[in-house]
Nanobody, 127 residues
Framework: QVQLVESGGGSVQAGGSLRLSCAVS????????MGWFRQAPEKQREGVAV????????FYADSVQGRFTITQDNAKNTVYLQMNSLKSEDTAMYYC????????????????????WGQGTQVTVSS
């Protein structure tokens, strides 16, 4: 059973920073894509950033490019999302997602690409 557990959410003022963590357990398949999605109230879930197992490819939403950085520690089976220069529009529930088939440049942002999801961690940015 694959489990994803997020942590690190919270409340911060605009311009501040947060780091989210997602710990993965239950499988060791190296061909995986892990990343973050978010969902704001009354909006659809959207892809934020993903990274391949070896870190040789990563993709970001235009809205976070240059502000957010996704990294991972394979020894700890953990992926991180460093969020800097946060804006009020970054307020959302952030979900960790994983896929066993690897990141796809043409569809990484699509929810159906990911078979495993965490429960989410709330990020609130006040202006």
């Amino acid at each position: 059973q694959v489990q994803l557990v997020e942590s690190g959410g919270g409340s911060v003022q605009a311009g501040g920073s947060l780091r989210l963590s997602c710990a993965v357990s239950g499988y060791t398949n190296s061909r995986k894509c892990m990343g973050w999605f978010r969902q704001a109230p009354e909006k659809q879930r959207e892809g934020v950033a993903v990274i391949s197992y070896w870190g040789d490819s990563s993709f970001y939403a235009d809205s976070v490019q240059g502000r957010f950085t996704i990294t991972q520690d394979n020894a700890k089976n953990t992926v991180y999302l460093q969020m800097n220069s946060l804006k009020s529009e970054d307020t959302a529930m952030y979900y960790c997602a994983a896929d066993l088939s690897g990141c796809r440049s043409g569809s990484w942002w699509r929810e159906y690409e990911y078979g495993y999801w965490g429960q989410g961690t709330q990020v609130t940015v006040s202006s």
